[in-house]
């Protein structure tokens, strides 16, 4: 075996440098691939599927020692990482005499100081059946945009939850965040049960009360775990401390979830990026497919134009595809040249998404400067980009409690409608043009957006879409500008002509209220 590690560590060299979290020479991984030559392995390896995870809960309730406890249990670590993990353990570790794996993952000098977690965190690994890709979350409220950070591409969430205190304020703000991001896939891992002895009614009424009160939120796959991170029950292996436990392992589950359909296959989208024209013979469309499926041959519209056309190639660094699936990154060629530029959409002309430029969304406040209503943003949505306006603020959300704060409900002032670092409102918004979007609940990669400052640059604000909004529910009758023609001096004849501008000025998001009688 020695040897063999010799050679393929030789061999493939340059492999494992470009991708130090695909693959990784343990002792595990060597007796693998005894059983096969290293192409064989490595084409096996590329043909994982990957799963983005993050890990939310109050503070100390364990979230960085668990992913330590994964990374150690599960064979992940280099040899140098062991010794340092060690030695930092006994300078500055919060773990007794325990190895405490949260140095692993807490690297910032405030960080080990205060034995929490401040920034997100990236860690990679890989099992036999698939690839991960961890974010460990702070656990902080004033940390909340991190947490939305390390979330917006996460397929699972692990909520953890302290055996001792159960389900607390912590644990619902972050189920409630996972829930706006969209999280289909929710495991409820209730640590530090060695220090309740493993007693199993504990753990019944914790799940009772999580399943309690997250109904409402829709999440449609909640799996619920008793462990011990420190221990290493139920983390990697089932722990004979719980035998009245009759599910999986954290790590066995983490392999096994699917996540196939998590993706939308049904609404064909697919953003332009950029149109590549290497000679005079090519034209053709460079993107990502953002959701839905496209074949060869297939009809195809340009939105905004209308136009359509068929699928001719669908081209790609490795030869032509006969179909794309997200996410997919590809070059179309249509069998007509019909004008289509960087922030137009093709999509299937019998599945049209909404094209509009009023919207409302949820709203993640992510800048230090509070929200100036006054301001025209940047919206970043999709690959397109343009000047979006705050119509109305219709609530504000108190994290902690999920309450609606308005000032009609009288639990805001106007004062206070503006919005702060980390605080979630519903908002109206209306763009410089029609954007092309779905409910971000149907959709996530047409139903996201960003807000950037146009001064500092900075990004303001994240968004997930709801709906549309039409002009006349945005704003109340008497802030509609009005056009008195009477009292303008304009004849009856020229009426009809002024309500059909009107009329158009409404359906581009500007209403006019129009009077032809005098009161």
Known sequence: LKVESRKLKVASRHYFQLSPFIFHLSPFNLKYMATLNIKEYL???????????????????????????????????????????????????????HIDYALLLDGLKAEREQGITIDVAYRYFSTNNRKFIIADTPGHEQYTRNMITGGSTANLAIILVDARTGVITQTRRHTYLVSLLGIKHVVLAVNKMDLVDFDKNIFDKIVSDYKEFVAPLNIPDITCIPLSALDGDNVVEKSDRTPWYEGPSLLDFLETVPIDQDRNFEDFRYPVQYVLRPNLDFRGFCGKVASGIVRKGDTVMALPSGKTSKVKSIVTYDGELDYAFPPQCVTITLEDEIDVSRGEMLVHPDNLPIADRNFEAMLVWMDEEPMDASKQFYIKHTTNLTRARVDSIRYKVNVNTMEQLSVDNGKLTTDDLPMKLNEIARVVF?????????????????????????????????????????????????????????????????????????KELERQGVSVKCITENK
């Open 430 to 502: 209306t763009t410089g043009k029609e954007l092309f979007f779905d409910p971000y609940q149907k959709n996530k990669q047409t139903g996201a957006f960003i807000l950037i400052d146009p001064i500092t640059n900075n990004t303001s604000a994240v968004g997930m879409i709801i709906d549309r909004v039409d002009a006349r529910d945005m704003v109340t009758e008497d802030a509609l500008a009005v056009l008195n023609l009477p009292e303008l001096g304009i004849g009856p004849e020229h009426y009809e002509a002024i309500r059909s501008v009107c």
């Open 43 to 97: 084409d096996r390896d590329e043909q994982k599927d990957l799963l983005r995870f993050l890990t939310a809960g109050s503070v100390d309730d364990g979230k960085s020692t668990l992913i330590g406890r994964l990374l150690f249990d599960s064979k992940k670590l280099y040899e140098d990482q062991l010794d340092a993990l060690e030695r930092d353990s006994k300078r500055m570790g919060n773990a007794g005499d």
